[in-house]
């Protein structure tokens, strides 16, 4: 039972996590890190064919009870919370940037989806 409910926090938290990136398209995320890049799409976007594949592979292998694939779901569950943290420390400092109720949202379901799927994924482990 815990594995297929595994499967499903896994999938809701990828499209949290993929919507997330999305919306940091929208806002320019990669000038949090260095403001003065004004090509950083190019970058971002390249960045995210091998993550979002590693998203999806991670799912399969999930399905499959595969070892690697509860790696990979610590992974994304880990990014989820590195999200969250990252992107309220710049909203405290001033940014406005994912100052949107979407946006938190978002992160928020994110912080929540992610604390469960590492509860989830440290139990199938063991």
């Given amino acids: 039972m815990s ?11 990828s499209v949290l996590l993929i919507n997330h990136e999305i919306d940091s398209a929208y806002w320019q995320e990669w000038k949090l890190i260095n403001p003065k890049d004004e090509n950083g799409i190019n970058g971002f976007l390249i960045l995210h064919i091998p993550m979002i594949f590693a998203v999806l592979l991670g ?5 499959d009870y ?5 790696i990979i779901s610590l ?3 880990g990014s ?10 710049h909203l405290r400092k001033g940014r ?7 946006s938190k949202g978002l992160l928020f379901s994110t912080l929540i989806i992610s604390m469960f799927q590492i509860i989830l ?6």
């Fill in 3 to 13: 594995e297929n409910l595994l499967f499903w926090v896994y999938l809701i938290n």
């Fill in 59 to 63: 799912l399969v292998l999930v399905y």
């Fill in 66 to 70: 595969n070892f690697a694939g509860y």
């Fill in 75 to 77: 992974i994304l569950s």
């Fill in 80 to 89: 989820g919370l590195f999200a969250f943290v990252f992107h309220f420390y």
């Fill in 96 to 102: 406005q940037e994912f100052n949107t109720a979407i």
């Fill in 121 to 126: 994924t440290v139990k199938q482990i063991i």
